[in-house]
């Protein structure tokens, strides 16, 4: 069964950095697209980034262009995304979440995820 486990949350000051971790397992990811999202108290999730598991494709919100970064290490079958310079409005719980979508959309849209961990709380105090 497929498993997707988020850490490396927690509480930092504006302008800090965090890297979450998004450990997969349960099956070959190599035709995934694997996303980050994030979904604040009151608002919808949304996309942050993503990345095709085999190839060195990414996407971004604008909102985090420049300052975070997803990658992957294939050996650890995990998937990290990197923030920094973080902001207040940066607070939400992100989430890991896996795709097999073929369109470009797809890796924008939620609904598209088949597969998605539990979460893990980022705060970011002003």
């Known amino acids: 069964q497929v498993q997707l486990v988020e850490s490396g949350g927690g509480l930092v000051q504006a302008g800090g950095s965090l890297r979450l971790s998004c450990a997969a397992s349960?099956?070959?990811?190599?035709?995934?697209?694997m996303g980050w999202f994030r979904q604040a108290p009151g608002k919808e999730r949304e996309f942050v980034a993503g990345r095709t598991w085999i190839n060195t494709n990414t996407y971004y919100a604008d909102f985090v262009k420049g300052r975070f970064t997803i990658s992957r290490d294939t050996a650890a079958n995990t998937v990290y995304l990197q923030m920094n310079s973080l902001k207040p409005e940066d607070t939400a719980v992100y989430y890991c979440?896996?795709?097999?979508?073929?369109?470009?959309?797809?890796?924008?849209?939620?609904?598209?995820?088949?597969?998605w961990g539990q979460g893990t709380q980022v705060t970011v105090s002003s």
């Open positions: 349960g099956r070959t990811f190599s035709s995934y697209v």
């Open positions: 979440a896996a795709t097999r979508t073929r369109y470009y959309s797809g890796i924008y849209d939620p609904g598209e995820y088949a597969y």
